[in-house]
């Protein structure tokens, strides 16, 4: 789909404060870990390219989560590192090893698949995911992983590093985490052959368990300014939001005690109302759960009243205001804020969510 560029509604991301987060981040970890920008689902929505483009220099690699989005980063001329996070599918490999891009092993099932289809991996690169109590994807214990990594050997793959996830390692409550830690260095300590890179930190292990840091680090939500628990641990450095949600009012009215806005009539004003009307809807990712928050217009906070439709919300104004007026939905107007955390409590949800769901028909503006 394309974006929808003759429309006031857009994201504006600010590339150097995601070059920021990451120089912070660089400067509160030791100097010789491998940090990994992880820029999967469009960069969190930020916009894989141009984000990868800005930061390549400040870090070793980047993670995605399938070929598709590694090949569009290959295309873009992005030529540091790239892992693929999740599990490929077979026809990927030949693409991998063409483009220079490392796969993830997760079971011996793919492998046996791949090895009986094309035998020799001369030129690929992988790294084993071990599944330390996430339970979604990965080897569960030694003996299955380092048959994966001699297997993976004698067919000509490198096998260049190892890795695992952890599932809470933005919660208060450390003690999963540290039950995974130690089944993870458990696993390790059964192989035989131990690949040069280790890693295990993601954002929230990075800020929180740095006594956990290994020899990279993977990190998405922080680099885009985003805390990764929302409000349950504070971060230990400051980081910039990159991304603001934008638009402008094209219809403002008058409208009598009574009247009512929107699908369903769920709104009447009760006295003599100014109701304005901004061109973003559910198809933009402002989901209709989004009816009772707020907007910001002119550093004031106005209500979004009546549903939310698919292409249009209507909020109530303090005033008349002209058409064209900027309309604040993710960012800063005057002293007032909302933060992709505050959209996210309000759909009781993770601020995560938030930025990915915003759609490819919003078009993205880049700030340097
Ligand atoms: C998405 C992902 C990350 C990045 O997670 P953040 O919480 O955004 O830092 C790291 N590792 C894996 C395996 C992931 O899937």
Not at 110 to 135: A, F, Y
Not at 165 to 182: G, I, K, N, Y
Not at 269 to 279: F, H, K, R, V
Request: proline share 4%; charged share 15%.
């Amino acid at each position: 789909m394309k974006a929808s560029l003759h429309r006031p509604t857009k994201a504006v991301i600010d590339l150097s404060a995601i070059a920021f987060n990451i120089e912070q981040i660089a400067a509160h970890i030791p100097q010789s870990v491998q940090k990994w920008a992880v820029v999967k689902a469009n960069a969190y929505g930020h916009g894989a390219i141009p984000v990868s483009q800005h930061v390549q220099g400040l870090v070793d690699g980047f993670c995605v989560s399938n070929i598709d989005e590694a090949l569009e980063l290959r295309e873009a001329g992005i030529a540091k590192p790239i892992l693929i996070l999740g599990v490929s599918s077979l026809e990927a490999v030949p693409l991998a090893i063409q483009q220079q891009i490392t796969l993830t092993v997760a079971s011996l099932a793919w492998l046996e698949e791949l090895l009986s289809q094309q035998p020799n991996l001369t030129g690929l690169t992988v790294h084993i995911k071990i599944d330390s109590g996430m339970g979604r994807i990965g080897f569960r214990d030694s003996q299955e992983a380092q048959q994966a990594i001699s297997r993976l050997q004698a067919a000509g793959a490198v096998v260049e590093g190892i890795f695992t996830h952890f599932a809470t390692a933005d919660e208060r409550d450390a003690s999963h985490f540290v039950a995974q830690l130690s089944r993870f260095k458990e696993i390790l300590s059964g192989l035989a052959f131990l690949p040069p890179i280790v890693h295990a930190s993601n954002s929230a292990t990075t800020l929180w368990h740095s006594e956990t840091i290994m020899n990279a680090v993977r990190l998405g939500d922080i680099i885009y300014g985003l805390n990764p628990s929302g409000r349950v641990l504070d971060l230990p450095y400051e980081v910039k939001p990159a991304l603001s949600l934008e638009s402008a009012l094209v219809h403002v009215k008058e409208i009598q005690a009574g009247a009512h806005v929107g699908y369903g009539a769920t709104y009447t004003s009760d006295s003599l109302q100014i109701i304005g009307t901004i061109p973003l809807g559910y198809a933009d990712g402002w989901t209709r759960d989004m009816q009772g928050f707020d907007v910001l217009i002119d550093g004031q906070r106005c209500p979004i009243v009546g549903r939310v439709s698919m292409d249009q919300i209507t909020v109530r104004l303090p005033q008349v205001y002209p058409l064209g007026t900027q309309v604040v939905l993710i960012g800063n107007s005057g002293a007032e804020l909302i933060t992709a955390t505050d959209v996210a409590d309000k759909r009781g949800t993770i601020n995560y969510e938030v930025v990915c769901l915003i759609s490819d028909r919003v078009p993205r503006e880049y700030k340097k």
